[in-house]
């Protein structure tokens, strides 16, 4: 059974860090691109940052570009997000999410492409 299971939210202060995590099972996850969104309360789903298989490619919103990191342990099956300087903007619920992939570079920055989706863990910035 396929699980996606994110970690490490919080309330912290503006210009804070956080570091989220999401472990996965069920699938051979060193096979599998993995990507980040966020969702805003009152509004869509959004982009945040994607990595290959190998973690060798990475994609960024530019609204994390700069300011967030994102990372892929396949030894121990989980991907990371850093995230550093966070604004209230930031506050939303963090979703992980994973795709089976052939290409070695593939970054999909769109939800559609995902198969796979976590709980998500909340993040609240405040002012």
């Known amino acids: 059974q396929v699980q996606l299971v994110e970690s490490g939210g919080g309330l912290v202060q503006a210009g804070n860090s956080l570091r989220l995590a999401c472990a996965a099972s069920?699938?051979?996850?060193?096979?599998?691109?993995m990507g980040w969104f966020r969702q805003a309360p009152g509004k869509n789903r959004a982009f945040v940052a994607a990595?290959?298989?190998?973690?060798?490619?990475?994609h960024y919103a530019d609204s994390a570009q700069g300011r967030f990191t994102i990372s892929k342990d396949n030894a121990e099956n989980r991907v990371f997000l850093q995230m550093s300087s966070l604004q209230p903007e930031d506050t939303a619920v963090y979703y992980c999410?994973?795709?089976?992939?052939?290409?070695?570079?593939?970054?999909?920055?769109?939800?559609?492409?995902?198969?796979?989706w976590g709980q998500g863990t909340q993040v609240t910035v405040s002012s």
């Open positions: 069920g699938f051979t996850f060193s096979t599998y691109a």
């Open positions: 990595i290959s298989r190998s973690g060798s490619s990475t």
């Open positions: 999410a994973a795709v089976r992939s052939g290409d070695p570079t593939y970054t999909p920055r769109f939800d559609s492409a995902y198969t796979y």
